[in-house]
């Protein structure tokens, strides 16, 4: 059996990092691959934590706040968690370059053979990205074992242009269960009854409330579509540090009763079936595992710019500029995906190559692969 530590340089929530990998593991084959988590922060998922422990597995916190001195924690928790914890393959997930590049140093430094690095999003294009990028090409040119993504968008933000250009990139896609994400029309209707909705355009955003999520953008944009669609409603799926500042907004724009903030739900495919687009004004991304997961429902997904335009399924995609003086543009863009008819899409989906088991089957593969070629080594 490979035992692999999954690393996360963020708290572990319902995020996409945590959907993506936790889709993996479902699907592994647990004699081959044990999967232990650590974070240096939180476990604010407990179902996560649960589900993990199932498969034989373990999940690890130090439980320091987050946002306070976050790459110095991570830093020293990893270094302190490996110092004393033994594992053949690490495997780094984060938005951040800090913990993508530092991490496998400080893995190879403890004895760790196979050292994975996962680009799973982009970021902003500013001077201290530009910095942190060039400062970081040494590290990746030395310490990560095999490199990884969600998108070619998120490889070429994160890695150097050398690994990119002799395809050192393995492309992992956000793959879903198409079993449990698929249209249906009767749990459409169920839900909506349930919700005492009847012909009422709704609008659906699921992510953490953040300044990478961008929702105050979207509570301008959703105001906006009041004015054409006055009985229209917005849901709004999870929790974060943005919550309360989204929340004020909707109040002083009085449309409380248009809005309805959800929290973190477990029925995620009933709810995207009940839908009618989602929408999605992302600072920057990777590719959006809730995209994914809205596509294979046959949902249209109208996105920013920022987002990959690598969506499985072109017909239900729209990128839009996230300049103020266009949210015109983002309005019609939603009225023109409301009229695409909503159907199976599972074919699609596979043949895009987002089929969660054929995924799961590529990174076990990975992983014992690179097991194997360190056994062969010595």
């Avoid at 498969?55 to 270094?79: A, I």
């Avoid at 993508?100 to 190879?108: C, E, F, R």
């Avoid at 054409?228 to 974060?240: F, P, Q, S, T, Y």
């Avoid at 949210?327 to 995906?337: G, P, T």
Wanted: aromatic share 8%; net charge negative; glycine share 6%.
């Amino acid at each position: 059996m490979v035992k692999v530590l999954e690393v996360f340089r963020e708290p572990l929530a319902n995020g996409g990092q945590e959907s993506f990998i936790m889709n993996m593991l479902r699907n592994m084959d647990h004699d081959q691959i044990q999967m232990d988590f650590m974070t240096p922060f939180t476990c604010d998922n407990q179902s996560l934590k649960a589900e993990v422990e199932s498969y034989g597995g373990r999940v690890y916190t130090y439980d320091h706040e987050f946002g306070k001195n976050n790459n110095q924690v991570f830093k020293e928790s990893l270094s302190d968690f490996l110092s004393s914890h033994s594992y053949e393959t690490v495997h780094f997930h984060s938005g951040s370059t800090y913990a993508l590049m530092m991490g496998p140093k400080i893995a190879s430094e403890a004895g760790v053979k196979n050292r994975i690095v996962h680009s799973h999003c982009g970021g902003d294009d500013n001077l201290k990205y530009r910095l942190i990028k060039a400062m970081s090409v040494p590290y990746f040119m030395k310490y990560p074992t095999q490199f990884c993504a969600c998108s070619m968008l998120a490889a070429k933000w994160k890695f150097p242009k050398k690994i990119i250009d002799e395809n050192k990139v393995d492309i992992l896609k956000n793959a879903v269960d198409l079993d449990r994400f698929h249209y249906d029309p009767k749990i459409r209707d169920e839900i909506r009854a349930a919700s005492g909705l009847k012909k009422e355009i709704v609008l659906g955003h699921i992510g953490r409330f953040s300044r990478q999520k961008n929702q105050l953008f979207l509570i301008d944009i959703f105001n906006c579509f009041l004015k054409r669609h006055a009985d229209a409603r917005l849901w709004l799926v999870g929790e974060g540090e943005d919550l309360d500042k989204v929340k004020s907004k909707v109040r002083e724009l009085g449309i409380e009763k248009q809005v309805d903030f959800l929290g973190l739900r477990k029925d995620i495919p009933d709810l995207l079936n009940a839908m009618d687009a989602l929408v999605l004004p992302s600072l920057f991304e990777g590719l959006p595992v809730v995209g994914v997961e809205a596509q294979a429902v046959s949902l249209p997904v109208i996105a920013s710019e920022e987002v990959t335009k690598e969506m499985p399924v072109p017909e239900l995609s729209r990128y839009l500029s996230l300049e103020p003086d266009r949210l015109i543009d983002w309005i019609e863009a939603i009225e023109e995906m409301l009229l695409v008819k909503r159907k199976d899409r599972k074919q699609e989906m596979i043949e895009a190559g987002y089929e969660v088991k054929e995924a799961a089957a590529h990174l076990q593969n990975l992983y014992l692969n690179q097991s194997k070629e360190k056994d062969d080594d010595q």
